[in-house]
């Protein structure tokens, strides 16, 4: 603890902590946004069917990836406390942010052997890599008090993400060259398997590997975490006790009551269309052919990766400038029109001008979200019990957003009413946001 301390604010822990972004982002890119949509479309696509059968009923894909979705969030907002608890006792959050970055690895490699034959494995591995991902990303964003001093805690967020941006798009541009020339790089039909399909494949490997190797930068320069002092009788429930104790400190602490509050409504509909985004373009855009929808929708993921690293940095000198809350209300603004605009999307040229919006306040208001929220926790060095109830509401927010998005898509039959449903998400944000003591940030 004493080297964590020392170490506080440094520019090597800083960098360590923020490079973690770079390592694991990857795996939002590349399985969450781009390729593994566009691969599980063409699944279905090459099968010409639209429905799987699956625990002895028929479902369409989009609703089928959905729910999956929303259930793995589900064992994410239970097992997130857990870990919390047990890390708290060990004093050593590091153990199971390695665990949680290698299970999310392995599940993403894992994906190689995903197929309409191999259905239940294929959702496994899907369903891990999101725990894998989720809960190391929880853990890592529990160390930002830990590491940053509060003027540096905006910046560093910022940067995090950025770096992430850049990593990811690094990598899915060179998965995007394996896709659109696998010749190039050996990759042949074979198997009944077409090369642009192997290629994909070859792409959820990259993801494992990438993030398992860069990863290893962050491993070696954060510290273990803090030990919590006092008797623990119960170490697997404690957990859920913190996130109890949390929420009565939030009786006391209005601002951050209310923050909460707001961020949970708002969150609930980012984190939905960042996870149904790619879904919404291959399905519902009037793409010319099948090779256009994957260049389109690969090219349309770029686009946003690009241009959030503009938004973070831009949304980062905002705050400085107008405050943090008065700069999530105008992003969460720009949100509501966005949703209205992607409703009417027909062209891919609606899809790259959407694109384009929906990067810039992206990469802005993730990172602004967990500096603030980061900003307005109470004097503690029980950073991981209010991180873990932030991460919390964050999954139980998606949990609630991809199960309506699924349900809405299933009962019209169309994905574009669930947009405007998300948008009313955006505008319950904004009231909310309003009433948080402004001068706190």
Known sequence: ????????????????????????????????????????????????????????????????????????????????????????????????????????????????????????????????????????????NSYLPDIAFPEQQDGISAKGFSLGYVGSVILLVFNLAMVMQPAVFGITDSGGEVAEIKAMKYSFISVGVWWIIFSQYTF??????????????????????????????????????????AFFVYSMAVQTIMLIATYFGEEEIGWGSDSERTTGLIISILVIQVVAILGATVTAMASKKFGNIRTLVVINIIWILVCIYAYFLQTPMDFYIAAGIVGIVMGGIQALSRSTYSKFLPET??????????????????????????????????MRDSTIFLGLFFLMGVLLLLRVNKTKN
């Open 381 to 414: 060095t029980d950073t991981t019990s209010f991180f873990s109830f932030y991460d919390v509401a964050e999954k139980i927010g998606i949990v609630i957003g991809t199960f309506l998005y699924g349900a809405v898509a299933q009962f019209t039959g169309s």
């Open 220 to 261: 070696m320069h954060l510290p273990k975490g803090y030990k919590r002092e006092g008797e623990r009788t119960n170490i697997v429930l404690n957990g859920f006790k913190e996130l109890k104790s949390v929420w009565r400190q939030l009786g006391t602490e209005t601002t951050l009551k209310r923050y909460l509050a």
């Open 1 to 140: 603890m004493a080297r964590a301390l020392a170490l506080k604010g440094s520019k090597k822990l800083l960098n360590a902590w923020a490079f973690y972004d770079w390592a694991n982002s990857v795996y939002s890119l590349v399985i969450s946004s781009a390729i593994f949509p566009i691969f599980y479309g063409a699944l279905f696509r090459v099968a010409e069917i639209e429905k799987v059968t699956i625990f002895g009923g028929e479902i369409a894909r989009a609703p089928l990836i959905s729910y999956v979705t929303s259930l793995a969030f589900v064992f994410i907002a239970i097992v997130t406390p857990l870990v919390s608890g047990i890390a708290d006792y060990l004093g050593n959050k590091k153990v199971f942010l390695k665990f949680f970055c290698y299970l999310g690895a392995l599940s993403c490699i894992g994906l190689y052997w995903f197929s309409l034959e191999n259905i239940y494995f294929g959702l496994i591995c899907y369903f891990f890599g999101l725990v894998g991902f989720w809960v190391s990303f929880a853990i890592n």
